[in-house]
């Protein structure tokens, strides 16, 4: 699980006026938010790298063009989402009053793809102050709907996350107890969310994205369970979860979160490569640098005992520590392997 | 000279002691006087303008004359002790600005009255029909006793006097009128207005009344076959006045008014008594000096009235008639006069004074009179203000005769000022090469072309409050292309006025006080220099050159980017 779009600029809650300090930084903007356009529409590495390299251009002290520009640095995963950390706290503090609400939510979506526990923590309790503020709100307008739908959906992949898939392979706990407790949780959650889609007002886009996270947090859940099954009612759970994820991804075309949940199913649940490694690919061809798949993609290839691959994929995962590890471990064996004077050395390409 | 002797014998036939005692109480104490009456010197429009011209120039000839007929009769040996004017200058019919000026011509003209007392009483004329005020005749007597000099000048009607032991009364005949498709007159105010008389009839004082309209039949009106009354009293005011006339201390009445008797009716005496046995004051009416030519008669009766009056109850009347010839043609230059005024009224100061510096040189006393007064009342305008800087510009001129025409389009023209000034979105004009092969069509295309993809981004945008106030915000608009111009060029001339060329010129105009981005544009397309100016009517609100200096060269498309973003931010994002 890495992306997720900033839904709340596309719903139109952003009401203000925004200035800039010259017309090269208006310049730049626009060019940069022309290159996002371009990648949401057809998302590629092309257009995002286009996108921050215009954005970062901008004059740092425009409000606006940081605040895409964290968007940006976000849908990079973990190579920008401290960048954009910094940009959204920045802004959620110190920036136009317009922005704040917008930062709040798109500050918890990257704490979300930093996918470290601590950052769940942080992103939830963002999540569930956005919610008791729109709650209070007397008479919230549409666009505070949509954010509310968006905001449980998200919340709902938190709880998943910390109180199931932390502990999937755990054997001191009680999973059913887990799955009763955050499951239902989870799916309250949802269920919320789906009503906020029936107000008014509401766009095509804002029910997509909503919708997309909801059948993503089920495929989750069906995959959770699948893990601890044996291997008929293993295989069925786990064709749940693929329809899930692709129920998500009709809902989001080439959604990071959806296509990397499905091959993962596909990896570790079914224990085909193949289809996992197509589906890998079909990531790196939207994030071409993107750490998780590159360190899935390594742990593909090292039960196909291709350590060399393996080990060039590891590398390319700097920020996960699981991926580092592996390299401490197979680098010896690498290094066996290719010692020149061993006869029947295989090349690792 | 006719002559009343019998009405005091007659008195005495009838009541033999009043007289007696009338006669008794005093030495005979005489007074004469000069009566004029009815000049119409202000109220002569209602025809043609040169015949009103004509008619109020002849009508200051006439009293001029006058005066001088009076002077020439005091000069000879006759004691005038006053000279009285029973109404009818016409200053009803004078414009409020002008009451001081006339009111101050005509205090020089008595000024020249070789008399030391001069009574004066409003006529119809004089005071506002509708509403029966005399503000305007009170103000132009003000302005005529301050121009009097040393002379003395009473309105009889608010204040009466005694001349050689004789009262001189006035009677306001305003109320006493007879209205013609008006309402009648309330019994109260002509009650009050004989009342006024009678409470200053003093007993054993003689007295004369004067006043404007008199009570007789009304020559010029008949209905049924028989002559109206001049006047129309209530029952109770007809016995009021009955009671007036009777009074023994009351001598004779004079009035003026009557333009039509013809000569032999005025000056004599006319009788009053209505029937009763009581002999009565009879009454004179003294000739116009305005006149109406009487049907069949060779000369119109224009003159005035002499009259001797004795406290011993005598009274003899003499009329004096003008000569005839003030009335003949007008006299040489009188058409140069009646020119000069028409420019006068129209403020064409320099023709009016060319007119009336001809008229001076006329043989004619009182036209050299009036041309000199013309003269020099249109130097003196001349160097008013309003001539300076309002009425000599021919512009200012034209503006005034067609005020209505001028007012409208002014208003338009106003309109459509603030309708471009206010338009948000500026016009782009046809740039200006610097150099012979500057690609400066192209580099307008491009420069629009990147307003249009900015605009394009910014709008997919859902939240565009955010970068955008609307679309309109930055649209920049191209300048009227080649098939209107066509399309103006082939337009009909209406008048010989090109309106293709008009609507062109009043196109350019507008367009100059609406926003407008100028551009000139220098180099080639791989190194292109552009200029920028965003003007606002005759402000410049900004100025581009990109690059800008000391920046590297920029093809065709970075500069027109550069310079569109330039245009986007100053005009939205600032």
């Known amino acids: 699980m890495s992306d997720r779009l900033t839904h709340n600029i596309r719903s139109g809650a952003l009401k203000g006026v925004a200035t800039f300090s010259g017309p090269r930084s208006l310049q730049y903007f626009v060019e940069g938010l022309d290159a996002l356009q371009a990648y949401e529409a057809n998302p590629n590495a092309t257009s995002l790298k286009k996108a921050a390299e215009k954005l970062g251009q901008c004059d740092p002290a425009d409000a606006l063009p940081q605040f895409y520009l964290g968007v940006v640095k976000t849908l990079e995963g973990y190579s920008g989402v401290d960048e954009a950390i910094r940009l959204f706290s920045a802004i959620r503090e110190s920036g136009p009053e317009f922005l704040r609400v917008p930062a709040q939510y798109n500050l918890a979506v990257a704490h979300v793809v930093r996918y470290r526990s601590a950052d769940f923590e942080i992103a939830e309790d963002l999540l569930r102050q956005m919610k008791r503020n729109i709650d209070n709100t007397r008479e919230p307008t549409a666009e505070q709907h949509a954010l509310k739908a968006q905001v449980l959906a998200l919340l709902a992949f938190c709880v998943v996350r910390q109180r199931l898939w932390v502990n999937r392979f755990k054997t001191d706990v009680d999973h059913d107890a887990l799955f009763e407790a955050g499951g239902t949780e989870a799916l309250s959650l949802l269920n919320e969310a789906e009503r906020e889609l029936e107000s008014p007002g509401l766009t095509e886009a804002d029910r997509n994205e909503v919708l997309a996270d909801k059948w993503n947090v089920r495929g989750l859940m069906f995959e959770y369970r699948a893990l601890r099954e044996t291997a008929a009612a293993r295989e069925a759970l786990a064709g749940e979860a693929i329809a899930a994820f692709e129920s998500a991804l009709k809902y989001r075309r080439n959604w990071i979160p959806g296509l990397s949940n499905m091959a993962r199913v596909y990896q570790d649940v079914l224990g085909s490569g193949v289809k996992a490694e197509a589906l890998w690919r079909r990531v790196l061809t939207v994030r071409p640098d993107d750490e998780y798949t590159n360190y899935r993609l390594g742990r593909l290839y090292e039960e196909r005992n291709d350590l060399a691959t393996a080990c060039a994929h590891y590398v390319k995962a700097p920020n996960i520590p699981e991926a580092s590890a592996r390299i401490e471990v197979l680098s010896p064996q690498l290094e066996w392997w290719q010692r020149p004077s061993r006869p029947g050395s295989r090349s690792s390409s | ?574």
């Open chain 2, 1 to 574: 000279m006719a002559s009343l002797m019998p009405r005091g014998v007659c008195r005495l036939a009838v009541a033999a002691l009043s007289v007696v005692c009338l006669a008794s109480v005093s030495h005979a104490q005489v007074a004469t006087f000069a009566q004029i009456t009815d000049a119409h010197l202000f109220d002569t429009a209602g025809g043609p303008a040169e015949q009103a011209d004509y008619d109020a120039l002849k009508h200051h000839a006439a009293l001029l004359d006058t005066i001088v007929a009076i002077n020439r009769l005091a000069a000879s040996g006759t004691r005038l002790d006053f000279v009285v004017f029973t109404g009818d200058f016409g200053v009803a019919s004078l414009a409020e600005d002008a009451i001081d000026v006339r009111a101050a011509e005509i205090g020089r003209a008595f000024r020249a009255v070789l008399s030391q007392q001069i009574l004066v009483l409003p006529g119809d004329r004089d005071v506002a029909d509708a509403t029966g005020t005399r503000e305007m005749f009170d103000r132009f007597l003000a302005g005529i006793r301050g121009a009097v000099g040393g002379r003395q000048l009473v309105d009889l009607t608010l204040m009466p006097t005694t001349v050689n032991g004789i009262d001189v009364l006035g009677l306001d005949s305003a109320t006493l009128v007879r209205r013609v498709g008006g309402r009648p007159r309330s019994a109260a105010s002509q009650l009050n207005a004989i009342a006024r008389v009678r409470r200053s009839i003093r007993q054993g004082q003689a007295a004369i009344l004067f006043t404007h309209i008199p009570p007789v039949q009304d020559p010029a009106d008949t209905r049924n076959g028989q002559a109206a009354s001049l006047w129309d009293l209530s029952p109770e005011a007809s016995a009021a006045w009955d009671d007036v006339l009777a009074q023994r201390e009351l001598l004779g009445v004079f009035a003026g008014h009557v333009h039509n008797f013809g000569r032999d009716k005025y000056g004599q005496a006319i009788d009053l008594s209505r029937g009763t046995v009581r002999p009565v004051a009879p009454l004179w009416v003294a000739p116009p000096l305005a006149g109406l030519q009487a049907a069949g008669a060779a000369v119109p009766a224009i003159g005035f009235l002499q009259s001797t009056v004795t406290t011993t109850g005598s009274v003899s009347v003499k009329i004096h008639w003008l000569p005839s010839d003030t009335f003949a043609e007008p006299p040489d230059s009188t058409s140069e006069l009646f020119k000069a005024r028409a420019y006068e009224r129209a403020w064409e100061l320099e023709k009016a004074e060319s007119a009336y510096e001809k008229a001076l040189a006329s043989k004619d006393a009182a036209v050299r009179a009036a041309a000199e007064s013309g003269f020099g009342r249109t130097r003196d305008q001349q160097r008013s203000w309003r001539w300076t800087f309002v009425e000599n510009l021919a512009p200012v001129r034209l503006v005034k005769q067609h005020a209505t025409l001028a007012f409208t389009a002014t208003m338009l023209c106003l309109g459509l000022i603030g309708f471009s000034y206010w338009r948000p979105s500026p016009v782009l004009g046809t740039p200006v090469k610097l150099t012979s092969d500057a690609p400066a069509e192209l580099f307008v295309e491009e420069l629009l072309a990147a307003i249009d993809q900015a605009r394009h981004v910014l709008d997919k945008e859902r939240g565009l409050d955010i970068v955008s106030a609307g679309p309109n915000a930055i649209v920049i608009a191209r300048a009227p292309a080649d098939p209107l111009s066509d399309l103006l060029d082939n337009l009909p001339s209406v008048g010989g006025v090109k309106l293709g060329g008009f609507v062109a010129s009043l196109m350019k105009y507008l367009r100059w006080f609406r926003r407008r981005l100028d551009l000139s544009i220098a180099g080639s397309a791989t190194d292109l220099r552009a200029f920028g100016q965003l003007h606002h009517a005759w402000k410049v609100e900004a100025q581009w050159r990109e690059p800008a200096v000391g920046d590297a060269p920029l093809d065709l498309i970075a500069a027109a980017r550069r310079m569109a973003y330039d245009l986007i931010w100053e005009r939205r994002y600032r």
